[in-house]
């Protein structure tokens, strides 16, 4: 089988076997099941929840008790007065049921199509179940039989294609919802809650000569006010209109085109590998060939989960349940943003659009909050958030009163412009990221022990410290590192955009008398980079979140060439964190391998990539938090890029990391800052082959085996360097 393909000998027995389609719009996961198939159906919009206040005005109230509790170091009282008042009004992410505000993404059901066949159900010997994620199509074989599955971006639907079937029933359900069966049609519509958000589901079965056909689609009126069984109805007929043929040709004109894009090969041809069905493989231990698909696999399930409305959630587009685990929300305290870590260096920008989109939703409801609970200007949005807007404090502190969130995010609209140099997305997102900016110039408050700029209260997520004075965990103080460095990217952002747009000065010269009054770095007792304001130390040293490195990565302070003194200290950080357990979930073991990227340990990076394969990925390769949460694929995609390219620190580094044990591969597509596609082959460690495209005529800096080139570019020219 093709390196691009996941397949199986046997039918998926639970859902995480089952295999992800998905226009970023819709979703399905395919079972391929024998006598009965299952297909289990997403909607992007479908969540139960609706828009509400969340806001505790009490915490503007008690902000300066807040502060001068943790000033006084009097961290136990301070703990427990923001329990009390720097919480969301209501239960927040508790509120998750179908008739709760906050709500959760939910299942669009379940289609069943039972097989009317003569192939005997144990004679299993000659299944195979597939998905090229090159080309977005599953296939079932099995005897005389075939089933083809595809989701069509253009036409809005989910294809299905029975071949050999004499005959085929089909059954649709969901729980509270009206379904109707009229001879081969099923039209399913509901409310959720009988009161928000209204939603339908279409399926049409056609019988083309010898073969069934048939088309899915579901829409709600999350933000149309068009009645969706009617959307539903039209986009049905369409499909029908244009037929199997021409669905599956613009299919394929729309999806291979954009995964051809980038191509990564290590060179691994073993026939044996080849002929290993993946689950058996994922067992059989990582190697450079599942390296290689988990790579190609996280770009599959980017765009087939991020071409719509909402971003990617926390399960990209796929759920089976109503109520989700985590509501399989929004968290911004890296989740979604690590959803988005691979977008930009492996070509897939146009998945970036609904996270772009969704954040300027948050700065306008963010600005409520800023005023309602702060009594601040700006705009603010903290841990949790969902497709209603909330950006209020989670219901515990914790955790949920991360508040440099939304300054997280505006990093990604700064990093399109690196990557595009587009000044008119700039000149659109720039308000976003000053009214940012504005709150963090009202809500910074001078630290009396240090004389300091800093945040109080605050945590660093989600991770707590033990009390000097009372031997107790707590979370709640001023200024713990993450948000010293989001504070300092974000003032320099501000300051960078305003003049590349020639405008705001006196916002930017704010932003950079700012930057100079937060806390600096620092290393501690261990030779560590502290996590907080103090050398404090951790309750739990093995922590999942590793939020003082977010300047090695994603951002770009701690670099060797920028602050080389602290680049061991980040390499302590993390050998602590991993000899105390951490990186026992998907994601954070994903976050592990870009750090070790940006520090070029090369050994290290792969070893820990091939853990996160061999401990965090099921059957269907999605990534085991556990349970099932997608930014360990996107991260452990992410980390790949990284091995492979950086170009954070000044210059375009062509295999930073590149570990011994891939030391013969290629890769073509790959994008650098400044607008530079980048295809490379190398042989025995060494670069043999550098072609650069130069998207936008800007200064090249380059380094290839350990030597820099520079040069000037012109527009849409390529260049080989050797």
């Given amino acids: 089988m093709s390196l691009h393909t996941l397949w199986y000998r046997q039918p998926a027995r639970i859902w995480e076997e089952a295999l992800p389609l998905g226009n970023g719009i819709i979703g399905a996961m395919v079972f391929g099941g024998i006598d009965r198939d299952r297909i289990q159906l997403n909607e992007e919009t479908l969540w139960s929840g609706y828009q509400t206040d969340n806001e505790n005005p009490q915490c503007a109230a008690q902000l300066e008790n807040m502060r001068q509790l943790i000033f006084n170091k009097n961290y136990k009282e301070a703990q427990s007065l923001c329990n009390r008042y720097l919480v969301c009004g209501g239960k927040g992410s508790k509120g998750s049921g179908e008739t709760e505000p906050y709500g959760s993404y939910q299942t669009a059901g379940d289609l069943y199509i039972e097989h009317k066949i003569e192939h005997k159900a144990e004679d299993k010997s000659d299944y195979r179940r597939s998905l090229d994620i090159f080309t977005g199509i599953a296939d079932t074989f099995f005897g005389d039989y075939k089933s083809t599955y595809f989701v069509s971006y253009d036409y809005n639907v989910i294809v299905i294609r029975l071949s050999g079937y004499n005959e085929i029933k089909i059954h649709y359900e969901r729980n509270n919802t009206a379904i109707t069966y009229d001879c ?28 069934y056909i048939i088309y899915i689609t579901a829409a709600t009126d999350y933000s149309s006010s068009r009645n969706p069984e009617i959307v539903c109805k039209e986009t049905i007929e369409r499909a029908e209109k244009a037929g199997y043929e021409t669905i599956l040709k613009a299919h394929n004109l729309y999806f291979k085109p954009i995964m051809d894009r980038v191509s990564f090969s290590l060179n691994d041809s073993s026939e044996e590998l080849a002929a290993l069905p993946t689950d058996k493989h994922i067992r059989k231990g990582a190697d450079k060939s599942l390296a290689e698909l988990y790579f ?26 109503y109520i989700a685990p985590w509501s399989a929300d929004y968290h911004i305290n890296i989740n979604i943003q690590m959803n988005y870590w ?29 005023e309602r609970t702060y009594n601040k200007k700006g705009w603010v949005a903290h841990t949790i958030t969902n497709p209603w807007g909330f950006t209020a404090p989670g219901e515990h502190p914790s955790w949920g009163a991360f508040m440099c969130a939304g300054a997280w995010c505006c990093r990604h609209l700064w990093e399109h412009y690196l990557y595009t140099c587009d000044k008119e997305f700039l000149s659109k997102y720039y308000p976003v990221i000053r009214g940012s900016a504005e709150f963090f110039f009202d809500f910074l408050v001078r630290d009396p022990n240090t004389g300091y700029l800093v945040t109080a209260p605050s945590n660093s997520p989600e991770n707590s410290f033990i009390d000097p004075e009372t031997g107790e965990a707590v979370a709640m103080c001023a200024s ?28 930017a010269d704010k932003a950079l008398q700012y ?24 309750a739990e040293p093995g922590h999942r979140h590793m939020s003082n490195l977010y300047g090695l990565h994603p951002a770009a302070i701690i670099t060797e060439n920028k602050s080389p003194e602290f680049m ?35 050994d290290s990076a792969l070893e820990n990539l091939y853990a996160l394969i061999d401990k965090s990925t099921l059957d269907n390769m999605f990534d085991n938090h556990p349970p099932f949460q997608i930014d360990g694929n996107f991260g452990g995609c992410a980390g790949i890029a990284e091995m492979l390219i950086q170009s954070h620190d000044g210059f375009i580094d062509i295999l930073p990391a590149l570990p011994g044990d891939w ?33 936008y005529g800007n200064d090249l800096k380059i380094k290839i085996n350990n030597k820099i080139y520079e040069m000037t570019t012109e527009k849409n020219t390529s260049y080989i360097i050797t």
């Fill in 568 to 602: 061991e200290a980040a390499r302590v950080s993390i050998a602590r964190r991993l000899a105390n357990g951490g990186g026992h979930t998907g994601w954070s073991r994903a976050w592990i391998i870009n750090f070790f990227a940006r520090l070029h340990d090369s």
């Fill in 480 to 507: 713990p590192t993450m948000d010293n460095m989001i504070l300092y990217e974000l003032f320099t952002i501000t300051a960078e955009c305003a003049a590349i747009l020639g405008i705001d000065s006196e916002t």
């Fill in 184 to 211: 081969n049609s099923i039209t399913a519509a509901g409310r959720i809650n009988n009161k928000y958000l209204s939603y339908a589901i279409s399926i049409k079965t056609i019988r083309d000569k010898d073969d």
């Fill in 296 to 321: 190609q696999y996280g770009r599959y399930l980017l765009l087939s989960s991020s071409r719509g409305v909402l971003p990617a959630n926390l399960q990209g587009i796929w759920n089976k349940d």
């Fill in 515 to 538: 930057r100079a009054e937060l806390p600096p770095l620092k290393i501690g007792k261990h030779g560590q980079i502290m996590e907080w304001l103090y050398d404090f130390e951790e």
């Fill in 342 to 370: 691979p977008a930009e260096v492996t070509d897939l920008p146009e998945t970036l659009e609904p996270f772009f989109d969704y954040i300027e939703m948050l700065a306008r409801s963010g600005t409520f909050t800023a």
């Fill in 663 to 695: 030391d013969n591969g290629s890769y073509t597509g790959l994008v650098a800052r400044g607008g530079f596609i980048v295809d490379t082959e190398w042989r025995e460690g060494d670069v043999i082959f550098c072609k650069v495209i130069s998207k």
